[in-house]
């Protein structure tokens, strides 16, 4: 079974920047794929970025794509989410994920992720 923590939300003000680690606890070896998703009251989750475990290739949204980076520390098993040049729409609790599938098969896909995070909040203000 595995289990995953999140850290490193908080509030900021725009233009700000924020780090996001998520701590994988268990066995994680039949984990192919991690990512981050963001949840906003009243709105569907959405995939942020994910990458694969094997190959570290990345994937990002829209919407972060040259301001997030995502990235994982092999050794110490942990998943990271740098964000900069934040806006006020980042503003969402963020979830951090893993999933058995491949990320090619649908990164973005919540519903290939069997594993989450408690979630930390991220607010922005303006």
């Known amino acids: 079974q595995v289990q995953l923590v999140e850290s490193g939300g908080g509030s900021v003000q725009t233009g700000g920047s924020l780090r996001l680690s998520c701590a994988a606890v268990?066995?994680?070896?039949?984990?192919?794929?991690m990512g981050w998703f963001r949840q906003v009251p009243g709105k569907e989750r959405e995939g942020v970025a994910s990458?694969?475990?094997?190959?570290?290739?990345?994937f990002y949204a829209d919407s972060a794509e040259g301001r997030f980076t995502v990235s994982q520390d092999n050794t110490k098993a942990t998943l990271y989410l740098q964000m900069n040049s934040l806006k006020p729409e980042d503003t969402a609790m963020y979830y951090c994920?893993?999933?058995?599938?491949?990320?090619?098969?649908?990164?973005?896909?919540?519903?290939?992720?069997?594993?989450w995070g408690q979630g930390t909040q991220v607010t922005v203000s303006s």
């Open positions: 990458i694969s475990r094997s190959r570290g290739t990345t």
């Open positions: 994920a893993a999933s058995i599938s491949a990320c090619w098969v649908n990164w973005a896909d919540s519903r290939n992720f069997p594993y």
């Open positions: 268990g066995y994680t070896g039949s984990t192919n794929c």
